[in-house]
């Protein structure tokens, strides 16, 4: 299995300021994303980072509010911007593992409380 | 994305007993079926999977058990003990057309009394 570290772990962050939160895999894998869940909720799929190009968005997830970058098969930054009280959520990077089918894994999460 | 129903939101269950979550999903097209365990303050951790190929998957005191025709699969903790209290998420997804993006059910949180 891969091993994901999240950073940061926790963070409150006041009203109006954006945070950046990093991904970092310890093996090349094919795919990367970017989740949400909301206090007491399932999950929700954000985005699908793309290696060297721009992020592919689900539906209600736009770039403005959520830039995403994947410099190599490594790394991923996602960056929640102009934060309102409405992104408290944990943010969760999941990864799935090249040649092992869609097995898919996640990290510790990012917690932001937003202020 | 496709919707994956999961029921129930909560169970108790005594210690020793079988605890059996259930989803059921909407989209034909998914061939992935896992099952996430999530503790507090951690992310989720992947339990066990499936593939609908198989009807049944068992690693330990965990089992899947899958029916394609009914479009539903669910999940069996036998003996469970208090240290299986979490909460639980199935999941699908369609593979490597789809970039294998998981759609969640909603959740399970399970206790299991001493």
């Known amino acids: 299995s891969a091993v994901i570290s999240q950073k940061p772990s926790r963070d409150i962050c006041q009203r109006g300021t954006s945070l950046t939160i990093q991904c970092q895999v310890d093996?090349?894998?094919?795919?990367m994303f970017w989740y949400r869940q909301q206090p007491g909720q399932s999950l929700t799929l954000i985005a699908t980072a793309n290696q060297g190009s721009e992020a592919t968005y689900e539906s209600g997830f736009v770039i403005d509010k959520f830039p995403i970058s994947r410099p190599n098969l490594t790394f991923s930054t996602l960056t929640v911007s102009n934060m309102s009280p409405e992104d408290s959520s944990i943010y969760l990077c999941s990864v799935r593992n090249s040649g092992a089918g869609n097995t898919i894994y996640f990290g510790e999460g990012s917690w932001l409380t937003v202020v | 994305q496709q919707q994956v129903k999961q029921s129930p939101q909560s169970l108790i269950v005594q210690k020793g007993g079988i605890s059996i979550i259930n989803c059921a999903y909407e989209n034909t097209a998914f061939d992935y079926f896992p099952w996430y365990q999530q503790f507090p303050g951690k992310g989720p951790a992947l339990l066990i999977a499936?593939?609908?190929?198989?009807s049944e998957k068992k690693e330990g005191r965990f089992t899947i058990s899958f029916n394609k025709s009914a479009k539903q699969f669910s999940l069996h903790i036998m003996d469970s003990q208090p240290g299986d209290s979490a909460t639980y998420f199935c999941a699908a997804s369609i593979g490597e057309t789809s970039g294998s993006r998981l759609t969640f059910g909603e959740g399970t949180q399970l206790t299991v009394n001493p």
């Open positions: 499936i593939r609908p190929d198989v």
């Open positions: 093996s090349q894998v094919t795919m």
